[in-house]
């Protein structure tokens, strides 16, 4: 049986390389955008029906979340695959961070995602079957002054991967795993300033930023049936930081 897999952000440098990746190994994608309609729609003109359907879903608005997971669920009862990768940042140091700028990635990074789960965790219990993969960052990990917000909401999201693990039953082939990647080309890199990327540079044994082609083929194997024996596990792929 064909898998289906629920990608959120899949207009951005992850999203689309990962589509890519799971196109290719025939899975059917279900992806999920913010705002930019008219490139959704390029998307989709890449793909056919048969491979891909996307919804507008704004994570900042738990409503809409609600309103969009249950109508996905309703159009698709079995969901193999959830990638929980939709994230922004919004970056400032403790003390200059806005109220706004809190709570946009809080609510983003964090909230929206946690509802995203609640809804397709028991669709996979109901199932038995299921793979989660939450995308949270080394910020999450190691934290970050100049990047609080966003620190706090990836932080959360590895307990999220624990606290999704740790309900499973024996019964359940489900299975929960957090990815931390440390930079990686994309258009989130771009907007970083080079400091910072100097800074990650200096610490990280490899010398160099990632591809979104690795953590792609890193998501594509604990997407797999082939990860059967990991349960919330903390993958970090970022050219060894702070390792060296
Ligand atoms: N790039 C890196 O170096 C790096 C490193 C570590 C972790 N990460 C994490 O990996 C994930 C993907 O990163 P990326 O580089 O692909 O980012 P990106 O290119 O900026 O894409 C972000 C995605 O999130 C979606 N998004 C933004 N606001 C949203 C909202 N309110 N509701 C729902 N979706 C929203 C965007 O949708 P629209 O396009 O429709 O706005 C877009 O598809 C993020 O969670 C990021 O934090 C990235």
New binding site residues.
């Given amino acids: 049986m064909r898998k289906i897999v629920l990608l959120?952000?899949?207009?951005?440098?992850?999203?689309?390389?990962i589509l890519d990746t799971f196109i290719k190994d025939n899975y059917f994608v279900i992806g999920?955008?913010?705002?930019?309609a008219r490139?959704?729609k390029e998307l989709v003109g890449r793909y056919t029906s048969k491979n891909l359907e996307i919804y507008?879903?704004?994570?900042?608005?738990l409503e809409n979340?609600s309103r969009v997971t249950q109508k996905i669920i309703l159009d698709y009862p079995v969901i193999d695959v959830l990638i929980?990768?939709?994230?922004?940042?919004r970056d400032s140091f403790i003390f200059n961070m806005t109220e706004n700028n809190w709570s946009?990635v809080i609510?983003?990074?964090l909230l929206?995602a946690i509802q995203v789960a609640k809804n397709i965790f028991p669709v996979m219990r109901r199932n038995k079957f299921g793979r989660i993969i939450i995308?949270?960052?080394?910020?999450?990990v190691y934290g970050r002054e100049g990047q609080v917000n966003?620190s706090l909401?990836?932080g959360g999201l590895i307990g999220l991967s624990q606290l999704l693990g740790s309900m499973v039953d024996l019964n359940e082939d489900i299975i929960v795993n957090t990815?931390?990647?440390?930079?990686?080309?994309?258009?989130?890199?771009d907007?970083?300033n080079q400091k910072n990327v100097n800074q990650f540079l200096k610490a990280c044994c490899a010398k160099r930023?990632?591809d979104?082609s690795d953590?792609a083929e890193l998501t594509r194997f604990l997407a797999s049936k082939s990860n059967c024996y990991s349960q919330n596990t903390l993958f970090q792929i970022d050219g060894g930081f702070m390792k060296c």
């Fill in positions: 959120t952000g899949i207009m951005g440098g992850f999203g689309k390389k999920t955008y913010a705002k930019n490139k959704a507008q879903m704004d994570q900042r608005n979340v929980l990768n939709a994230g922004i940042t946009e609510d983003t990074n929206g995308m949270s960052s080394v910020s999450g966003y909401s990836k990815l931390a990647p440390g930079m990686i080309k994309t258009e989130m890199l907007m970083s930023v990632g979104t953590v």
